[in-house]
């Protein structure tokens, strides 16, 4: 299994200079290995591999292009294994029937990392620092413990900040020992999430924290003049607060999902989709321009929440988690989860403010902790018929 770690870099200045050096040469080996692919088969209608275009490299580095030879030549096959990869995704879709982009040229903003593929062309030191092939040991933050055996490294360049991202051959961890319990989970607005044994797990709010900070850094930006510095040095800080905030919620995700996956055998969760309610309501213009109220920003407010909570994610990461653990995740069909009533079964018809159930039978309940309660049910008589099951092993 593979499990990925990105640690920040510290370059030199003249280190950095080469980083980008580095960059720049991949990104023009890249785009001239796309170039001659679509020209020999523009004009001679044949096509040419990953394999004729590395065997070029030698010359490449010896009589054209000598600055080549300061690049470690790992990295640069790499970059046409890249190109070699763009390539096949693009044949398996036209394949598939669909209508892919060819492989597009590279720009200076969309080229930002080189790649060593294997072990022997870099080397992390016991004084945290990351020795790389031709360009030298470069200051890194190891901000967590690596596992396993590290297999490549990536060099990337994001927001104005180097990073080096090393993947890693981990082993399948030993299945946590089998548990009875089973729970299901109604994931919500008002709470991040209610389970069915009536506790909470409350939403992380630094989303709306942050995002007073955001707005006021996207308004600064906007005044700034096009491909001016001051304008990139803008358009950095507002990628580095979405970049905090992302990483707040995957932590924040991590540490649930764990939780749930130690305590519970059979997790059970409502399929989701998102796509539908976080789409954004277009605001309305009258015919003088002016925006007419159709709803957009109370609608808003509910898809900063829902966002806020990242549901997507979050059931991706127990997924997975429980499949290394031996756990079982299973979605069931959402309708009626909050309507029904989980005591009685009778179904009423609930506005989205109606936060309380409350029945005729005497059922007094949370209206998530209601629906968790379903959802559970569901999963139980559905179980293993029509629910889809993460792999267990
Ligand atoms: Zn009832």
Known sequence: MRKAYKFRLYPTQKQEYKLFWILARCRELYNAALSER?????????????????????????????????????????????????????????????????????????????????AGGFSLTHDSRVCFSKIGSIKVKLHREIQGTIKTATVKHEAGQWYVIFSCEVEQPEPLPIVESEVGIDLGVTHFAALSDGTFIQSPRYYRKVQKKLEKLQQALSKKKRGSHRRKKAVHAVAKAHRRIANQRRDFHHKQAKKLVQEYQTIVFEELEISNISKRAKPKQDENGKYLPNGASAKSGLNKSILDAGWGQFQQIVSHKAACAGRTVLFVNPHYTSQRCSQCGTVRKKSLDERWHSCECGAELDRDTNAAINILGVGRTQRGATCVEAPSF
């Open 38 to 118: 679509k020209d020999a088969y523009t004009y001679a209608g044949k096509s040419i591999s990953y394999y004729e275009q590395k065997r070029d490299l030698p010359e490449i580095k010896t009589e054209i292009r000598e600055e080549y030879q300061d690049i470690y030549s790992q990295v640069l096959q790499d970059v046409l294994l890249r190109l070699k990869r763009a390539f096949d995704a693009f044949f398996r879709r036209i394949e598939n029937g669909e209508k892919p982009g060819y492989p597009r040229f590279q720009g200076r903003n969309r080229y930002n990392s080189f790649t060593y593929p294997q």
